[in-house]
């Protein structure tokens, strides 16, 4: 099996590589939250190649969203989201003996083998808005054999997210019965890559990409809309997924949460201390950054997060890609 960690191409170098360009700045929603250079990708590439240890980065470091937006823009190539969840393995954090105790656990409650073609892993967020997920499930099982994976990893994406290490039996627990699978739709974008090295047989989509390409919800986006691209797959499979949501964009006509380098602008903020329910959620700075400038009458949603932020500021209804689907 692979590692958790195994870089996804040896192309990708490390912070030493770093030029001091800039340009992951300019799409990073903690440096603009914070305009403090080291809270963004350059400043922690810098500190370490002067010889800054990751306890001096601690809380920079944990502010990052992991939405992954510096990976696409670096001319050198780091793998900037490796780098941190490599600081975060090397920091101690007080989360870290239940987030090991959650997947002892769940590794001791192994998952039946999946026997449909197609296997969904939900992610904690649309199980916990059961009317959505089975409107998922029913426009998903129309294009053929299909089931909601009894095991979606959240645990492991929590941890991965963390720096936790995770345990080899766990690993297995949310593989082995995957193995069937010819196709694995994620609603979790952080888990996508990784999913892709566990089980390089299996093609990977995210559930955005999925339910945008049927026919029911694609003809229902509006040129009035404003369509809220999930950055963290999004920016995992850049070079594919630009070329399909430009296509989306000249077929629709619906705006996207793109900058002019097409890279999908994050509608939350969320460091390690919000995933893990340390802080409260602040995203309404960010929400009104992703607006600011547009006219439009809809905004319409992979992530359910986005939904929850955007329904807190934005005046216009706020619906959810499924939601769009013929009934």
């Known amino acids: 099996m692979l590692s958790l960690f195994q870089k996804t191409s040896a192309a990708h170098k490390s ?26 990708p350059q400043g922690w590439a810098k500190a370490l190649q002067h010889g800054a240890a990751p306890g001096d980065l601690a809380d920079a470091v944990q502010d990052c969203t992991l939405c992954r937006a510096c990976d696409p823009v670096c001319p050198e190539q780091i793998d ?18 239940a987030l090991q105790g959650r997947m002892a656990a769940q590794a001791r409650r192994p998952a039946p083998a999946h026997q449909e073609k197609t296997a969904l892993l939900a992610g ?8 959505l997920l089975n409107r998922i499930t029913a426009l998903l099982g129309k294009a053929g054999a299909f089931a909601v994976a009894h095991d979606d990893g959240a645990d492991i994406s929590l941890a991965l997210e ?32 990784y999913l892709a090295q566990w089980l390089p047989a299996a093609k990977i989509y995210s559930l955005g990409e999925t339910l945008s390409s049927l026919e029911a919800v694609r003809r229902n986006l509006r040129s009035t809309d404003l369509y809220m691209i999930e950055p963290r797959a999004y920016h ?16 629709r006509g619906c705006d996207f949460n793109l900058d002019l380098q097409r890279i999908a602008i994050p509608a939350t903020a969320r460091g390690l201390p919000q995933r893990l329910g340390l802080a409260m959620p602040d995203d309404d700075a960010q929400a009104h950054w992703v607006l ?9 949603v992979e992530n359910l997060e986005d939904r929850a932020a ?8 706020v619906v959810h890609l499924a939601e769009l689907a013929d009934d």
């Not at 989201?81 to 989360?95: F, T, V």
């Not at 600011?292 to 319409?300: A, D, E, P």
């Open 236 to 251: 995992a499979d850049y070079v594919r997924l630009v070329k399909y949501y430009d296509r989306l964009r000249r077929e």
């Open 80 to 97: 900037i989201g490796a780098m941190i969840l490599k600081l975060r393995r090397q920091m101690a954090h007080p989360q870290t003996a």
């Open 162 to 193: 963390a720096g936790v290490v995770v345990p080899p039996d766990r690993l297995a627990a949310l593989i082995e019965p995957l193995r069937r699978a010819d196709k694995i739709i994620v609603a979790d974008g952080l888990l996508l890559p």
């Open 124 to 131: 904690a967020a649309l199980r916990a808005h059961p009317a």
């Open 292 to 300: 600011h400038g547009r006219s439009i009458t809809r905004i319409v």
């Open 15 to 40: 912070y030493s590589d770093c030029s001091g360009c800039g340009l992951c700045l300019l799409v990073c929603p903690v440096w603009h939250r914070k305009r403090d250079l080291q809270h963004s």
């Open 310 to 317: 955007f329904e807190k500021i934005s005046g216009v209804p």
